[in-house]
Nanobody, 115 residues
Framework: QVHVVESGGGLVQPGGSLRLSCTAS????????MGWHRQAPGKQRELVAT???????NYADSVKGRFTISRDNAKNTVDLQMDSLKSEDTAVYYC?????????WGQGTEVTVSS
């Protein structure tokens, strides 16, 4: 059984930093691409960042230069370092574990950026 669990969300002031972490079990972690998506209130879920099995990364334009995705195959984790946070980054952040024909999602962790 596959389990995907996010952690690290919370309340942070504008300009601050937060680090999200995602742990996936029940899979051969190194064989899966990983991603972070987010869904703000009243909006559709959107891509934030992805990292391939080979370590290539991709970011949404809105977070380029502020967010960094990384993975540790030995620990089965993928992290999202978020710096210079803005109010518009407020959302529920979801971890995505995927291959061509398989996709698993976590339950999400809430991030609120507010003074």
């Amino acid at each position: 059984q596959v389990h995907v669990v996010e952690s690290g969300g919370g309340l942070v002031q504008p300009g601050g930093s937060l680090r999200l972490s995602c742990t996936a079990s029940g899979i051969s972690f190194s064989m899966y691409h990983m991603g972070w998506h987010r869904q703000a209130p009243g909006k559709q879920r959107e891509l934030v960042a992805t990292i391939t099995t080979g370590g290539s990364t991709n970011y949404a334009d809105s977070v380029k230069g502020r967010f960094t995705i990384s993975r540790d195959n030995a620990k089965n984790t993928v992290d999202l370092q978020m710096d210079s946070l803005k109010s518009e980054d407020t959302a529920v952040y979801y971890c995505k574990v995927f291959q061509v024909f398989r996709t698993y999602w976590g339950q999400g962790t809430e991030v609120t950026v507010s003074s």
